[in-house]
C-alpha cells in the first residue's frame, strides 16, 4: 500500500468529474448512452493525456458495444485492448484496470484461468471492489462453481447495495445457476428502482420462459430489444405472435436479428436463444456454431442452466461444443421444470 502511495500521481478534479459523468452513461448500457460515456471519456483525456481511468473508461465503451453486437467484433476488441493496455502503462496497480483485464478475458478471449487470475488481483488490490466480485460471481457460475459464485455475488452486494448494475448482474448469476426462482424475486425488485435495467429483463425473460409463463416472457423479450433500440425486432415480435403465438413470436424475433446481418451487427447467441425458445435444436446449434466461430462475447453464457441447455442438455453436438470451449458438461438442475 506504502509503494502504491508513493507512485499515486496527482488527478486534474476536471478529468476525474468527466470521468464520472462518463461512467453514469456507461452503467446503463444503451446505444444513446454509450455514445454519450465516450464523449466524456475523451474530454477527461483532453484534459489529462495521461489518465489511466480515463482509458479504462474507452476500453469499457467499446466492450459494451461488442456486447450488444454494434459494429464488427474483430474492430470492437482492438480497440477495447489498446485503450486498456495504455491504462495498465500508466497504472498497473489498478484495480479497475486488472477487472478490465479480466472482462477481456473471459468474454472476448474465453481464457478461463486468466480471467479469474485477474479478477483475483483486482479484488485483492480493491477487496470492496462490488464491479470486480459480482462479474467474477458470473464466471464462477458459468464454471459451475456455484458456492463461490454466490459468496463473490453475496460481498459484491455488500459493497455496493444499491448499484443497479450489481444487483442485475448478480441476477445473472443467479440464473447461470439454475436458481430462477431467487433470480425472478431480485429481477422483480430491481426494476421497481430501476425500471430499464438490461440484465433484469433479461432474467425474466428466460426465467419466465422456462416456467412456461409465456405471455409475460414475451413482454420481456420486447422490454430488453426496446431497451437496445432494436423496434424493428419487438415489431416482428408483435406480429409474429398474432400469427403463430409465442413460437411465432421468437421465431420472427430470430428473423429480424439475421435480417440486420451485415449491418446490424446482431450477436450469434442472441439468434441461438430466439430458436432455442421456439424448440428449433438444428438452428439453435447452427447459430451456436456461428457464434463460436466468430468469438461471439456472449458465447460463454450458453453453458450456463438456461433456455439453450434446457432444450440441448443431452446432444452430442451441444456436449462437444461445451468441451470446445474448456466449459463444464455437468448436469447441475435449475430449480424450475424445463
Not at 468469438?295 to 468441451?323: A, C, H, T, W
Request: negative net charge.
Amino acid at each position: 500500500e506504502e509503494a502504491r502511495f508513493a507512485k499515486a500521481r496527482q488527478v486534474d478534479p476536471e478529468a476525474y468529474a468527466l470521468y464520472l459523468q462518463g461512467m453514469s452513461h456507461w452503467y446503463k448500457l444503451t446505444p444513446p448512452d454509450l455514445d454519450a460515456a465516450q464523449k466524456y471519456f475523451e474530454s477527461a483525456l483532453k484534459k489529462d493525456p495521461n489518465y489511466a481511468l480515463a482509458y479504462l473508461g474507452m476500453s469499457s465503451v467499446f466492450r459494451g458495444r461488442a456486447q450488444m453486437g454494434l459494429a464488427p467484433l474483430q474492430e470492437l476488441r482492438s480497440e477495447a485492448r489498446r485503450y486498456l493496455l495504455k491504462a495498465m502503462e500508466l497504472d498497473n496497480s489498478s484495480a479497475e484496470a486488472h477487472f478490465a483485464m479480466a472482462s477481456l478475458k473471459t468474454w472476448h478471449e474465453w481464457d478461463w484461468a486468466g480471467a479469474e487470475a485477474s479478477f483475483r488481483r483486482a479484488i485483492e488490490l480493491n477487496p470492496n471492489y462490488a464491479m470486480a466480485r459480482v462479474f467474477y460471481s458470473n464466471l464462477l457460475a458459468l464454471l459451475d462453481r456455484p458456492e463461490e459464485a454466490v459468496e463473490q455475488g453475496r460481498r459484491a452486494l455488500e459493497s455496493d447495495p444499491i448499484n443497479p448494475i450489481i444487483k442485475g448482474i448478480y441476477c445473472l448469476t443467479l440464473g447461470n445457476l439454475g436458481r430462477y426462482d431467487e433470480a425472478i424475486i431480485q429481477a422483480r425488485s430491481l426494476l421497481k428502482a430501476s425500471p430499464d435495467n438490461p440484465s433484469a429483463h433479461s432474467i425474466l425473460w428466460e426465467g419466465l420462459h422456462l416456467k412456461g409463463e409465456l405471455d409475460e416472457a414475451l413482454e420481456e423479450a420486447k422490454a430488453v430489444y426496446t431497451h437496445i433500440g432494436l423496434d424493428s425486432v419487438v415489431e416482428s415480435m408483435s406480429v409474429g405472435y398474432e400469427t403463430g403465438g409465442y413460437s411465432g413470436a421468437v421465431r420472427a424475433g430470430a428473423e429480424a436479428l439475421i435480417a440486420l446481418l451485415p449491418e446490424g451487427y446482431s450477436l450469434p447467441l442472441d439468434i441461438a436463444n430466439f430458436y432455442a425458445m421456439a424448440g428449433d435444436k438444428d438452428r439453435t446449434v447452427e447459430w451456436l456454431e456461428k457464434g463460436y466461430e466468430i468469438r461471439d462475447p456472449n458465447m460463454p453464457y450458453f453453458g450456463g442452466e438456461g433456455i439453450v441447455k434446457s432444450l440441448l442438455r443431452d446432444d452430442p453436438r451441444y456436449q462437444d461444443l461445451l468441451r470446445r470451449m474448456n466449459l463444464p458438461i455437468g448436469d447441475r438442475k435449475s430449480d424450475q421444470a424445463p
